[in-house]
Nanobody, 120 residues
Framework: QVQLVETGGGLVQAGDSLRLSCAVS?????MGWFRQPPGEGQQFVAA????????VYAKWVKGRFTISRDNAKNMVWLQMNSLNPDDTALYYC????????????????WGQGTQVTVSS
């Protein structure tokens, strides 16, 4: 059973930074982050391959976010800079046995989510 536990969400002001963390029960999966803004569907944010060699981001990220992982610690992070109110959402850590892409709609494994709220 794969377990994903996100931490690091909170209430911040526009322009601030946050780092989300995800503790995963295994390091052999491809990892990523999705988000769900209020009243909207789930959106791809970023993904990283099993070895960490490749990353991919949603176009709207525009260089503001960085995904990283440490397989020795079974951890994945999402560093978010220059946050704006449109980034307000429930952020999910996700994992799959195949690479997660911007076109991926439903990764196999999901965490419970961590809320990020950005005030203007």
């Amino acid at each position: 059973q794969v377990q994903l536990v996100e931490t690091g969400g909170g209430l911040v002001q526009a322009g601030d930074s946050l780092r989300l963390s995800c503790a995963v029960s295994t390091s052999i999966l491809h990892m990523g982050w999705f988000r769900q803004p209020p009243g909207e569907g789930q959106q791809f944010v970023a993904a990283i391959t099993r070895t960490g060699d490749n990353t991919v981001y949603a176009k709207w990220v525009k260089g503001r976010f960085t995904i990283s992982r440490d397989n020795a610690k079974n951890m994945v992070w999402l560093q978010m800079n220059s946050l704006n109110p449109d980034d307000t959402a429930l952020y999910y850590c996700v994992a799959d046995i195949v690479p997660i892409l911007p076109t991926t709609s439903a990764p196999r494994y999901w965490g419970q989510g961590t809320q990020v709220t950005v005030s203007s």
